[in-house]
């Protein structure tokens, strides 16, 4: 179903009327930021959120996405194991996803976690391995912001910020706007193209989807999974 949109932003440039798809959860943008210099990881997430702040952006509740980890077992002699991620994001409270290294991706309710647990001779949870992002919410006319601190093992490992433009679910046709608009809090931090959309036969004018968001959620977790930063435990 589609909605028809008038909702114009403080900025002259970002003044428009647009045509909204109504869709499940998604986001054209994952990304990490880097820890101000002299600054901890937190203290960088608050230099974010008042920045957004000053522009005018509305808290609006929390989030939260994690992912475990699980090893397949009974492999072929000589294969590698494959991995195993189940994701879950509380935008979408009901619903689990399930992502083997490579692919396939799998959608499911909830359930899935208690159907991972009586699968133990197949797939075995990597212990330690549990990373989330957890933090605010913030609204800014059309956009849906989200910064978050990534944690492993109760310890900080990085920040992501999430940002969503929620009248458009096709990338290409708003990537611009959101740069510019990305660039008012995040400046020089600014990504490029996600590499989710990149690897797309339509490239950014593919619809996206919450697997695509789930996606660069697993790919910044894994990066940061391999990072340490000192000094960055959270109390």
């Known amino acids: 179903m589609f909605v028809l949109l008038g909702k114009a932003c403080s900025s002259p440039s970002w003044m428009r009327w647009v045509v909204a798809a109504q869709s499940g959860v998604l986001s054209f943008s ?16 608050d230099v ?13 509740g929390s989030f939260c996405v994690d992912c ?5 077992t009974g492999n072929v002699v000589g294969q590698p194991s494959k991995l195993l991620y189940v994701m879950h994001n509380s935008e979408t409270p009901l619903s ?16 899935f976690d208690v159907l991972m647990s009586k699968l133990k001779s197949h797939f075995q949870n990597a212990k330690g391995h549990k990373v989330e992002s957890r933090g605010s919410r913030y609204r800014y006319c059309d956009f849906l912001i989200k910064v978050g601190t990534v944690t492993m093992s109760s310890s900080a490992r990085g920040i992501s910020v999430e940002v969503e433009y929620c009248p458009c679910v096709v990338p290409g046709d708003c990537w ?10 995040l400046g020089t931090s600014v990504p490029e193209l996600p590499s989710v959309f ?10 996206a989807d919450c697997v695509d968001t789930m996606t660069q959620y697993l790919e910044l977790f ?14």
Do not use: W
Not at 30 to 45: L, M, N
Not at 49 to 56: C, I
Not at 176 to 185: C, D, V, W
């Open 176 to 185: 611009n706007l959101m740069k510019e608009f990305m660039q008012s809090f």
């Open 198 to 207: 990149a690897a797309k036969p339509e490239g950014l004018f593919a619809a």
């Open 30 to 45: 994952v990304c990490q930021v880097p820890i101000a210099e002299g600054k901890s990881v937190q203290q960088t997430v």
């Open 68 to 72: 475990e980890t699980y090893h397949a």
């Open 96 to 111: 689990c996803m399930a992502l083997f290294e490579g692919g396939p991706y799998l959608v499911a309710d909830a359930n």
């Open 222 to 235: 894994n990066k940061l999974r391999k990072l340490q930063i000192p000094g960055s435990n959270v109390r």
């Open 48 to 60: 974010l959120q008042k920045k957004l702040e000053q522009l005018g952006s509305v808290k609006q």
